[in-house]
């Protein structure tokens, strides 16, 4: 693990500052674990109880192995009892716990639906179900609503089947004094999301664990996979953006070896929107180290 001493507190944010680093800041990271297999017969995909284990199991032992003790992680799950209002409470009650020294928010999102959506049921113990816009997930944690992330990076990596990427929230401001003079930011800066693209049937979503053997049945999803591998193997000073773009590459590298090739109009990119104000680093010197087998 990267010993990571003398954290660094933020306070408040650096309203001039031209770059943000997560290296020696104090991450908050929030899981949001779907465990329902399917959410009806209709859908494409069923996933199964050691795939959903096995992802969150491979994210906590990233984000831990990458940055130490600087990591606050925090789960919620969602079962077939979750309907909309208990999932929108139980985000307001999680940005409610973020203190003032965390530096970054990151949210890792595993769950069905689109990006412009959740799939969830409309009551308690029925088959019907609703949808919740993702940026109602985005909404408590934004600067209006989370004073402790304002003008700080809050990044989303949502492992989730998509098509389109979620459109610029509206024009809303709030502000915050300093030194005698008032900064009016939008709400939503400093926003950073990263969708898995559409999914594309479970030969391609779903992939063995590192260090399995063909055949074997410890599967996790590619997505994750590789947003672990991409941590994990951080060298030297790394912008997310880079970081996303090469997640692409290797995609599209796979997508060439595959056999059977997918349908033409299956987009297996994933697809990034940003508001960030800020480039955005993970570390800012060389971090050497055999990534953990």
Not at 187 to 195: C, E, K, L, P, S
Not at 241 to 264: A, D, F, G
Request: glycine letters at 4%; aromatic letters at 8%.
């Amino acid at each position: 693990m990267r010993n990571m001493s003398n954290i660094q507190t933020v306070d408040s944010a650096d309203y001039h500052a031209e770059k943000y680093t997560l290296q020696n800041c104090r991450l908050w990271v929030l899981l949001v674990k779907d465990e329902r297999q399917e959410i009806s017969p209709m859908m494409r995909e069923k996933k199964s109880k050691e795939r959903i284990e096995n992802d969150i199991k491979e994210l906590e032992e990233t984000f831990h192995w990458t940055f130490g003790e600087s990591v606050d992680l925090e789960k919620i799950t969602i079962d077939r009892m979750t309907t909309k209002s208990v999932l929108e409470e139980r985000l307001k009650e999680s940005a409610k716990l973020i203190p003032n020294e965390v530096g970054v928010f990151l949210c890792v999102f595993l769950g069905f639906g689109r990006s412009q959506y959740i799939l969830l049921p409309k009551k308690e113990n029925k088959e019907e179900m609703e949808k919740m816009d993702f940026s109602d997930v985005i909404k408590p944690f934004n600067g209006e609503n989370c004073t402790a992330l304002v003008m700080k990076p809050k990044l989303f990596f949502v492992q989730a089947e998509t098509i389109d990427p979620v459109k610029p929230c509206s024009a809303l401001f709030s502000g915050n004094a300093k030194e005698a003079e008032l900064f009016r930011i939008p709400i939503h800066a400093d926003i950073f999301v990263n969708f898995s693209s559409e999914l594309a049937g479970k030969d391609w979503n779903q992939v063995l664990i590192p260090g399995e053997k063909e055949g074997s049945e410890n599967v996790m999803s590619r997505y994750v996979k590789l947003l672990c591998s991409e941590v994990k193997e951080l060298t030297s000073r790394v912008e997310i953006q880079q970081m996303v773009t090469r997640i692409n590459y290797k995609i599209q590298k796979e997508i060439s070896e595959l056999k059977k090739k997918p349908s033409s109009t299956e987009d297996l990119l994933p697809l990034t929107t940003s508001q960030l104000t800020k480039s955005l680093f993970l570390f800012e010197a060389s971090m050497k180290n055999t990534v953990p087998q």
